[in-house]
């Protein structure tokens, strides 16, 4: 009690120093809890003004924002909040009003200063909203960021073409003439504006070369228009005309010309970038590889032989010298498509060329093998070198001789397996069937599944050219149980014209079978004595159809058009024959490719149509029909 | 083509009608291409030639006068046909007309001239009604605002809408698509050809041609949309001199007593529906059912409409609309997938819904002297189809069931006589 004794006991005193202290405590915590529950409360607030907001109900947003705003008028959420909904509601008055008493509490904010521009446009006040943007602008005209600020306001309100000169001015006040690039060539494309858009390209290009695969990639959507690419090579040659060693430039020219097939143009760009970067013939080969997989032959060949004259020392040099003899053996062989898929014709480039054929490219093949003797290249070389003596020459002991040289050169390289395949299919051509089978055998055990398909197949093929029946469909069971290989189509096909035939008449196939072995050696008179043979002695046989059917492409081969139709007519008129569908696609065929009668051809098309509705082909009949007729398609 | 046309009207008119060969393209499951069977019949009109709508006859075939030209042609175009001799097709008219059949003649006499409503960044591929008429080789003009507003709708006979969106808010796709380059390269397209045209707003100029379109309607036209084209057109409609779009859309907000503001009196098939004006909601109104936001999870494997059945005889028009090979057509999706039912006005002819529901697929209508046919969905082989999908083949769906009721739309304006029945 403290009574007259004015000096409480130390009990006493803490006590009320307790006391005292746990009233502050309650009296923090009180505050805070309020300041806590009254947070708590904005935030449910704003979490229901949003809802509103994004379902649209812009009444109810703008009360809550407003109501959150009267509390807390520093709060920017707040602000925007109600700045949103007063111009959504169109009430651009009280939304002026809240903006104005925003930014003169906050001066400096160019943001802000472009936001009430908007809402005077919004609002009607053109020249109001303009003299608030100029006067962002003005604020630091050299400042690229406050012009951005107005130009997104711009867009906003799709005053695109003010944009555009809004960035245009900017770059003269910055004195930076690839300011704004990107937006503008957006801009640009947009508006179809190709030429304008890849000055921007290329204005970035000049300023950063590192940029260029990007900028092909944004370019790439807009070059897909005919005339955008157009526009983009010319101005890309201008530009490339005036600053003639600017090697990013080059290189976006020689892009665009492949992109219209125009591969001597790109490899002329090429040329030059290879001599502006120093890179000995690497360019020049980089481009050949290129054209090379786009089936650009000519160009390919082009390149490949620049690297090999003029860099005989780099390291690409044996790439290249067998590149070029590759793209020469594909341009011999009327491959080279450079020439017909380009949009424009380029005089530079004839379809097919070289006066030496084969012959020449054997011998490109052969200094290879002999300045490389033992090398992967040689290996390469006698490869092709083969192929192109048994395809081609039909020079089958040369031929062999090549892929024997891989075997022993790279006894372990996967060419060694394919040279095995295609000895065997060289001794098959030379009746040595003994041997061919030696080599499929062996095959047999080799670790690419692919080769050993294929020398299932061949060896399928061997015991029926041998009468082996049993055994040829065995093996042909095995491709019919697997639906993924490639051969499985062919092998199914075969296995039946086999079943069937080998118990109506085997001595029927038998004849036929040494006949199709003839054709397989190219002994294609002797084929055709030994089919007619087996049609005479067999007149009633199954096989019969299928024998005219060679018999007619036999003809074909041997220059003989109208006895080739003829045999397929033969088979066309058996209404029984399961081969009279095709064979009236051959007449139309024949008709069409070969004599090029397109009256005929089409009579051709349209009897297998008539008399044939249901057959595989009537969807190509239809299709020939139509491209000869012209129809639009 | 000449030539053709004096082969045929020689081989038709040499015969008598007793003793006249018929060649029959049947629509029943034995077609084995329903929608090049349209193209065929079509061809031959073009050519001057007569061809026989048989009504509810096996799915609807086609008779005509035996010509080679024309067995070969049908031939070609991979379409089976039946050869009748005179006396199998006397029987047969028979059977057709008598009383006690619900099937009917139609004699289609002329080519309609048809046009489609598109922009000029349209793909044939983006639309099933362009899909339908390139595979049946059915020609058409493309036009757009300018042609609609300059008069050029009265020298066709036949109208159809393109997903093309009367309202002016682009499709509704801003809340997904506003930053994509075909998006504001859309719009851009749509402003400059706006301003071109003198209106300040898309949305406006957009109006102005849905006016127009009625009108074409109004004087004997035949329109036919799908999709959005459909519930698009009508709202905007109802809603002129009202704006209905957001500043993303037009520059300023919508009005908001928009609602209150529409005029149903002004549309033509669809009432009282209740607008949805939010600009991210992929949505135009309460009459798409069901909403396309978020989009509904439906199985395809349940989801069929019914073709309601006809009096051929008596109701020729609609019987028309509906022929086709099945009763129950496969559902298919799109920006407007049915129309809710509730909203339609009874004024309105419903040809096909899903049972049991709110929803109807396919409507019918008359407007002044001409009439509108709608028909909900995007691509009936497609059955939900989003923005970049490839392009539905239609050499995979040659018998379509779906497709076939676009393509009864496109023969109907050449059967103008019949309609008096009604």
Known sequence: MMGGNLQASPFVWNIMRNRVLLSWVIAIISVFGIAFAQNDAAAIKLRLAQSFEQNGDWEQAAELYEALFLSYPQNVVFFEGLRRGFTQLKQYDKAIDLIQDWISGKPGNPSMLSELAGVYYLKGDERKAD??????????????????????????????????????????????????????????????????????????????????????????????????????????????????????????????????????????????????????????????????????????????????????????????????????????????????????????????????????????????????????????????????????????????????????????????????????????????????????????????????????????????????????????????????????????????????????????????????????????????????????????????????????????????????????????????????????????????????????????????????????????????????????? | MKQWTVILAFLLCSGNAAGQSKLLIPMDLKQSDHLKSYGVAFWLLEKEGVVDWLLNYRGGSFLADYAEVLARECRIRGVSFETLDGSAAAALYAEVQRDDNNMDVVRLEKAPKIAVYVPPNFKPWDDAVTLALEYAEIPYTKIWDEEVLSGKLSEYDWLHLHHEDFTGQYGKFYSNYRNAQWYVQQQVLYEREAKRLGYRKVSDEKKAVALAIRDFIGQGGFMFAMCSATDSYDIALAAGGVDICDVMFDGDPPDRDAQGKLNFAQSLAFENFTLDMNPLRYEYSDIDIPPSDPPAIRDPETDYFTLFEFSAKYDPVPTMLTQDHVNIVRGFMGQTTAFRKKLIKRTVVVLAEREGTEEVRYLHGNFGRGTFT?????????????????????????????????????????????????
């Open chain 1, 131 to 633: 003299s608030l943007w100029q006067l962002v602008i003005k604020t630091d005209p050299r400042n690229p960021s406050f012009y951005r600020i107005v130009a997104s306001k711009l867009m906003e309100f799709r005053l695109y073409d003010r944009a555009i000169q809004l960035f245009l001015d900017a770059r003269k006040a910055t004195g930076k003439s690839d300011q704004f690039s990107e937006d503008l060539a957006s801009l640009y494309s947009v508006f179809q504006q190709y030429g304008d858009a890849t000055q921007e390209y290329v204005t970035i290009l000049n300023t950063r070369p590192d940029q260029l695969q990007s900028i092909q990639s944004r370019m790439s959507m807009m070059i897909s228009r005919p005339e955008a690419l157009l526009e983009a090579r010319k101005v890309v040659e201008t530009e490339k005309n005036r600053r003639g060693e600017s090697i990013p430039l080059r290189r976006m020219a020689a892009w665009l010309s492949m992109e219209v097939k125009e591969y001597s143009a790109a490899l002329d760009e090429y040329r030059v970038i290879d001599k502006l970067t120093k890179a000995s013939g690497n360019e020049l080969f980089a481009f050949g590889q290129t054209a090379a997989q786009e089936r650009a032959y000519e160009a390919a060949a082009k390149a490949f032989q620049e690297v090999v004259e003029q860099y005989p020392g780099g390291a690409r040099f044996p790439f290249a010298r067998f590149g070029y003899a590759r793209a020469r053996e594909e341009t011999v062989a009327g491959l080279d498509t450079s020439g017909s898929r380009a949009a424009l014709p380029d005089p530079a480039w004839p379809v097919s060329e070289t006066p030496q054929g084969f012959g020449g490219v054997l011998r490109l093949y052969e200094a290879i093998i002999n300045d490389y003797p033992g090398s992967d290249f040689a290996a390469q070389s006698y490869f092709r070198i083969g192929v192109i003596k048994q395809e081609r020459l039909f020079d089958l002991d040369g031929a062999r001789a090549a892929y024997e040289k891989v075997r022993t050169l790279q006894p372990h390289h996967p060419l060694a397996s394919e040279a095995s395949l295609r000895i065997g299919q060289v001794s098959t051509a030379r009746n040595d069937l003994v041997d061919a089978r030696g080599q499929y055998l062996k095959l047999m055990h080799d670790r690419n599944p692919d080769i050993k398909q294929q020398a299932l197949a061949a060896l399928a093929e061997l015991d029926y050219f041998e009468a082996a029946y049993d055994s040829a469909e065995t093996k042909l069971q095995i491709f019919a149980a697997s639906s993924t290989s490639d051969l499985a189509n062919d092998a199914l096909q075969f296995l039946y014209f086999l079943q069937e035939n080998k118990f109506a008449n085997p001595s029927a196939l038998a004849s036929f079978a040494r006949a199709d072995l003839l054709m397989k050696q190219r002994k294609y008179s002797e084929a055709l004595a030994q089919f007619e043979e087996c049609m005479r002695l067999f007149p009633n046989a199954l096989i019969v159809d299928d024998a005219k059917m060679k018999t007619a492409e036999l003809k074909l081969l041997l220059g003989r058009p109208m006895e080739a139709l003829e045999s397929f007519s033969g088979v066309a008129a058996q209404s029984l024959s399961i081969l009279s569908d095709r064979a009236q696609m051959r007449i139309g065929e024949v008709y069409e490719s070969q004599l090029r009668n397109r009256e005929k051809a089409i009579e051709a098309y349209e009897r297998l149509l008539e008399k044939y509705p249901h057959s595989l082909y009537v969807d190509k009949a239809r299709l020939r029909i139509r491209m000869l007729r012209g129809d639009a398609l």
């Open chain 2, 374 to 422: 709608w028909y909900a969905g995007h691509d009936p082989e497609d059955y939900q189809h989003q923005v970049g999908d490839p392009p539905t083949d239609l050499n995979l769906h040659k018998n379509s069931p779906g497709y076939r009721l676009i393509l009864n739309n496109v023969l109907f304006p050449a059967a103008k006589k019949k309609q008096q029945k009604t």
